[in-house]
Each structure stands twice: as structure tokens, then as C-alpha cells.
């Protein structure tokens, strides 16, 4: 019988068993050693348990099920390495829903296209990102909709009041993951590289 163990990931906890747990920390790792950011290193490492613990917590039916290979291999498959090599150690999973070299990804057991989400965009605002965030979500031009909110708060200040309703409502992006989701990206260790210099601005 396999030994199964506590462990603490992204702030979570979780029952792993002990095969999963080399693995997991195997990839880690191999992660670390290949993220190039120096001192952000804990940073980029901090995002990315994060990530497999949301990953983990989609994928449980309950806090009590343990972690076993199968997910762990599928978790490495989706994220892959920062820099985009190939995963050291990997056992070639090509599970349902999850190809590891076509930009699709595993997602709670089904094929999953990445989402685009609403957040701020902190890193282009003028205000408080709201303009941004959602020249990003449309795909049009950020002047656009500025000029569309000073044309609403020119006649009768609803542009004003919209600004102020979405700058409380709406999430600024901060982590690079939630980057990539704002630009309706799969989150990936190289996507989340890619924002990760920007993220923490």
C-alpha cells in the first residue's frame, strides 16, 4: 500500500501519494532550475503552486481524495517549463483532454479552450486600468474606449459612474496568471513566464 502524505501547495492543503509527491517534486525542481529570473525566482515558483493547487482543487472531488501520478503527470503535461524545453522525467501522458505539444489543455476531465476573463490591466492604465482591461477583453483599441467613457461622462456623467461601478467590481490582473487569462491564454509555465515580468509592476 502507498504511502500517502500531507502537503501544503499555493496556500492549500492536499493528500498526495508518494509517488505523486517525487514527481511533483521532481518537476519542481527542474522548474526552478530553469526559470532565469533570479532574485523573482520564489515569485515566478510562489505563482506557479498556485496554479497546481487550483489545478488540484478543480480536479478533487473532495479535499480527502488523494493526489495520485495520473494527475500530477497530467498537471506537468499543461504547465510544461518555463522556457519551453521538454519536461525531464516526463512519461509521455497524452491523456483525455490533454496534449502536451498542441497549446490545448486537461481541464476537470474534458477538453478545455482557454477562457478569456475580465480583470483591470494595471500594466496599460491610465486611471485605474478599467479602459484597458477592457480594450483587452473586446480586442479593440484602448483610445476607443476611453474616448466612448468621455463621451458617456461628457452627456450625463454615466461614464463617470460606469468607470467607478467596474474600477470596484472588476479584479485587477496581478499574478501572471491571471494575465494570461485576461489575454485568453492557456496558463502555462511559458505563458506565465511571458507575463511574469509585468505581473508584479
Not at 514527481?23 to 530553469?34: C, G, H, V
Not at 518555463?82 to 476537470?108: F, R
Request: charged fraction near 20%.
Amino acid at each position: 500500500m502507498k504511502q500517502v502524505l500531507n502537503v501544503g501547495i499555493g496556500g492549500r492543503s492536499f493528500v498526495i501519494d508518494e509517488d505523486a509527491f517525487d514527481r511533483l517534486n521532481s518537476y519542481l525542481n527542474a522548474f526552478r532550475s530553469k526559470t532565469g529570473m533570479g532574485y523573482q525566482t520564489k515569485e515566478v515558483m510562489d505563482d506557479l503552486e498556485m496554479r497546481i493547487a487550483e489545478i488540484f482543487t478543480e480536479s478533487l472531488s473532495s479535499r480527502q481524495e488523494v493526489v495520485d501520478i495520473s494527475l500530477v503527470e497530467r498537471v506537468i503535461a499543461q504547465l510544461g517549463m518555463p522556457d519551453g524545453s521538454d519536461i525531464p522525467g516526463n512519461t509521455g501522458y497524452n491523456g483525455t483532454g490533454s496534449t502536451a505539444d498542441s497549446g490545448e489543455y486537461w481541464h476537470s476531465g474534458r477538453d478545455s479552450r482557454p477562457v478569456k476573463k475580465l480583470y483591470r490591466d494595471t500594466d496599460h492604465n491610465f486611471i485605474g486600468g478599467v479602459a484597458s482591461g477592457l480594450a483587452c477583453y473586446f480586442d479593440v483599441d484602448v483610445l476607443v474606449i476611453r474616448i466612448l467613457f468621455v463621451i458617456l461622462f461628457l452627456f450625463g456623467s454615466f461614464g463617470g459612474w460606469i468607470y467607478i461601478i467596474l474600477w470596484i467590481a472588476v479584479p485587477a490582473a496581478r499574478t501572471s496568471a491571471e494575465k494570461c487569462r485576461m489575454h485568453g491564454l492557456p496558463v502555462t509555465a511559458e505563458n506565465m513566464r511571458r507575463f511574469y515580468n509585468t505581473a508584479n509592476h
